[in-house]
């Protein structure tokens, strides 16, 4: 059951927030596609999915990447994107004085460079804690945690959104915004 879980996160993830074209999915600019014809597009494309299957992928995960809309029409991804067909428009808010970033140390010599950047993704994407950013920098190896001056960068006029699962998003982070913490 656990695998199918997350078998099937990865593919909501994939098709809602990367490529929801590959089944011929639609989705509105804020992320929505229709509940029905994703599970119809899905099986189509061999994937056996169900509205249970779903809701239990939904409640069963801390970082609730997906929501259904509350009449249970629809659903999106709450952040994540890199597809073009979705310009989720996000309230500015006001973070706090500290945010975490999570990556591996084989990028930290770019990181440091350049700065913080999104990638494929809309947004780089920042952690409201030490754990949970720790645990993203896991991902892609050993992981190093920055601690970036949020409060700092919003003074200085960055603009900063929450997702509705409290992951803190902005565009990119200019190195002079952040440290990596000395490891525990
Ligand atoms: C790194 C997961 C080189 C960045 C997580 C990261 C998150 C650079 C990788 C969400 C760089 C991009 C997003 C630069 C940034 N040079 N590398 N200048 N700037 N990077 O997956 O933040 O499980 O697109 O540090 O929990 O790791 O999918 O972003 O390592 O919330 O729901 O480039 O995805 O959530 O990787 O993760 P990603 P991320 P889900």
């Known amino acids: 059951m656990k695998k199918q879980l997350t078998e099937t996160s990865k593919f909501l993830s994939y098709v809602l927030r990367h490529n929801p074209g590959e089944i011929g999915l639609t989705l509105s600019s804020e992320g929505w596609a229709d ?89 780089t994407h920042l952690a409201g804690d030490i754990p949970t950013a720790f645990a993203v920098g896991q991902r892609y190896g050993k992981p190093v945690v920055l601690k970036v001056e949020a409060l700092r960068m919003h003074q200085d006029g960055f603009v900063f959104f929450q997702a509705e699962n409290g992951v803190w998003l902005t565009e990119k982070v200019p190195a002079s915004y952040f440290s990596p913490m000395p490891q525990a």
């Open 35 to 123: 509940l029905s014809e994703l599970i119809l597009a899905a099986r189509k494309a061999g994937h056996d999915l169900d509205v249970e299957l779903i809701r239990a992928v939904i409640d069963g995960s801390e970082k609730k990447r997906f929501a259904i809309s509350e009449d249970g029409r629809l659903i999106r991804a709450l952040q994540g994107h890199s597809t073009d067909a979705v310009d989720i428009r996000h309230q500015p808010k006001t973070p706090p004085e500290f945010l975490y970033h999570g990556t591996a140390t084989r990028f930290l010599g770019s990181i440091l460079a350049e700065g913080l950047l999104p990638g494929q993704r809309h947004h």
